[in-house]
């Protein structure tokens, strides 16, 4: 068998077969194909990112302030690797004076995951009565 016989390779819409070029997802804040990046794995797309102080945390600023780097906090954003599926991240954020205490991890949901997260923080917040 040749490689002329061979089937053309499957494709998504927003990958290119160049291995020079590369096509962002809709959502990149980038959505400019990274052509710097010359890494495949720097070649990858992230979606604006969303951030909750924890007001409650130790270190936590006063009520009210706008989020300053290194506050304890919970992110969310859009996340694709190259030729991966997209995930959501969730960013976990907390410093402490006991070094073995500092948490600073991604944790990668599915879209479904993310969902069940959101549906069950809006259902134990509701039972609170969304008390601040």
Do not use: K
């Amino acid at each position: 068998m040749s490689v002329n016989s061979l089937p053309a390779p499957v494709v998504t819409p927003e990958v290119s077969t160049s291995s020079t070029s590369y096509v962002c997802a809709s959502w990149c804040t980038d959505r400019d194909g990274h052509p710097d990046y010359v890494l495949r794995d720097d070649q990858a797309c992230w979606g604006p990112e969303y951030i909750t102080v924890l007001g409650l945390d130790e270190h936590a600023p006063a009520v009210g302030r706008p989020y300053e780097y290194g506050q304890p906090h919970l992110s969310v954003f859009a996340h694709r690797r190259w030729h991966q599926l997209p995930t959501i991240r969730l960013h976990a954020y907390r410093e402490s004076s006991t070094e073995h205490l500092c948490v600073d991890h991604d944790f990668h949901l599915t879209a479904d995951e993310a969902l069940h997260l959101a549906a069950a923080l809006i259902d134990v917040a509701t039972m609170l009565g969304g008390a601040r």
